[in-house]
């Protein structure tokens, strides 16, 4: 029996005994699938966003902020696999589902004329206090999966967020601008000079926790700012 052989057949024996499931709809995974199903990979609401400089989640910025280009990789409607797979990012202390898309993600802005000239990933910042409870940033994990893919420099620590906001859930667009109003801040901002820097969080919905990290930033020198997100919420 060759040596790859085997090793098909190890892996095989031990999911039987010690299956692995998808993150998304917890069926058990198999050989050569890591994270997600073949099913659920092939099956989940892509938008390919990043091949359409002009889509819906980069019109939501105009006429509020200047970017460079805003994405997200799936669309995020009702109860779907989408939203299990993010409850379980925040909620279920699952952090390699942030990696996992964040991954996929990177995988596609890394061919992308606008995204593949990023040369920072920063993810949305989240109060010291509300990371201790969850015990990590999810928009953190998210950012490590892109920069892996992108082969590019991460920063989790320049962007900071000065106060602890009450959750946008539920608030109205009007209500969630004020509530991330002057919320971030960059302790240093000569790190993003002459930076392409791309923002990072799990969920966009009005945007309105995105333009406020572009604000805190957009005065910086020479900064380029894009946005991408796992997932978009018409």
Same mark, same amino acid.
């Given at each position: 029996?060759?040596?790859?052989?085997?090793? +098909?057949?190890?892996?095989?024996?031990?999911?039987?005994?010690?299956?692995?499931?998808?993150?998304?709809?917890?069926?058990?995974?198999?050989?050569?699938?890591?994270?997600?199903? @073949?099913?659920?990979?092939?099956?989940?609401?892509?938008?390919?966003?990043?091949?359409?400089?002009?889509?819906? &989640?980069?019109?939501?910025?105009?006429?509020? &902020?200047?970017?460079?280009?805003?994405?997200?990789?799936?669309?995020?409607?009702?109860?779907?696999?989408?939203?299990?797979?993010?409850?379980?990012?925040?909620?279920?202390?699952?952090?390699?589902?942030?990696?996992?898309?964040?991954?996929?993600?990177?995988?596609? @802005?890394?061919?992308?004329?606008?995204?593949?000239?990023?040369? &920072?990933? =920063?993810?949305?910042?989240?109060?010291?206090?509300?990371?201790?409870?969850?015990?990590?940033?999810?928009?953190?994990?998210?950012?490590?999966?892109?920069?892996?893919?992108?082969?590019?420099?991460?920063?989790?620590?320049?962007?900071?967020? =000065?106060?602890?906001?009450?959750?946008?859930?539920?608030?109205?667009?009007?209500?969630? =601008?004020?509530? +991330?109003?002057?919320?971030?801040?960059?302790?240093?901002?000569?790190?993003?000079?002459?930076?392409? =820097?791309?923002? &990072?969080?799990?969920?966009?919905?009005?945007?309105?926790?995105?333009?406020?990290?572009?604000?805190?930033?957009?005065?910086?020198?020479?900064?380029?700012?894009?946005?991408?997100?796992?997932?978009?919420?018409?």
């Amino acid at each position: 029996m060759g040596s790859t052989t085997l090793n +098909v057949w190890w892996e095989d024996f031990i999911s039987a005994f010690f299956p692995n499931c998808c993150s998304a709809c917890d069926e058990t995974i198999y050989t050569k699938e890591e994270g997600l199903c @073949l099913t659920c990979a092939s099956t989940l609401p892509f938008t390919n966003f990043h091949d359409d400089l002009q889509n819906p &989640v980069y019109k939501s910025f105009w006429g509020r &902020v200047k970017i460079e280009g805003a994405t997200a990789l799936f669309w995020f409607n009702g109860k779907t696999r989408v939203q299990t797979l993010i409850h379980k990012l925040k909620y279920k202390n699952t952090p390699k589902i942030g990696i996992l898309t964040g991954e996929i993600l990177g995988s596609q @802005l890394v061919n992308s004329p606008i995204f593949s000239t990023a040369t &920072v990933v =920063v993810p949305v910042p989240l109060h010291p206090a509300k990371k201790r409870k969850r015990g990590y940033n999810q928009a953190e994990m998210i950012a490590i999966g892109i920069a892996n893919s992108m082969d590019i420099q991460l920063d989790s620590k320049n962007l900071i967020r =000065v106060k602890n906001t009450n959750t946008q859930t539920k608030k109205s667009r009007e209500e969630r =601008v004020e509530n +991330v109003k002057n919320v971030f801040q960059a302790l240093n901002q000569e790190l993003f000079i002459n930076q392409h =820097v791309l923002l &990072v969080d799990d969920v966009m919905t009005t945007g309105s926790t995105l333009e406020s990290c572009v604000l805190a930033l957009a005065n910086i020198e020479n900064i380029k700012i894009s946005v991408a997100t796992i997932a978009y919420a018409e």
